[in-house]
Nanobody, 120 residues
């Protein structure tokens, strides 16, 4: 079973930056979109940013202008550049890949998550 492996989380002061990376442990076929999600304590998991197979991106309103999602197809890596971090960005960040199944359905791959903590 292919897994997504995230890295780059850590502790940073408000106003600082972090860059998250996500690499699959093996080949993932029929990927239609990749994205970053986050879950803060006591809250539901929410989408942060997504990028589809055509390269189009979308962001949560709370991170627009501060976060940038990108991918390096040659390195098979997904990134999330996070600038001007705020304490409310503190959460576990998860990488996700959505694929198209042979029957036309959707399937999800998730990483184990990486902790991002922003101190005030």
């Amino acid at each position: 079973q292919v897994q997504l492996v995230e890295s780059g989380g850590g502790l940073v002061q408000a106003g600082g930056s972090l860059k998250l990376s996500c690499v699959p442990s093996g080949r993932i076929f029929n990927s239609i979109a990749m994205g970053w999600y986050r879950q803060a304590p006591g809250k539901q998991r929410e989408v942060v940013a997504v990028i589809n197979s055509g390269g189009s991106t979308a962001y949560a309103d709370s991170v627009k202008g501060r976060f940038t999602i990108s991918r390096d197809n040659a390195k098979n890596t997904l990134y999330l550049q996070m600038n001007s971090l705020k304490p409310e960005d503190t959460a576990v960040y998860y990488c996700n890949t959505k694929t198209l199944t042979p029957t036309g359905g959707r399937s999800d791959y998730w990483g184990q998550g990486t902790q991002v903590t922003v101190s005030s």
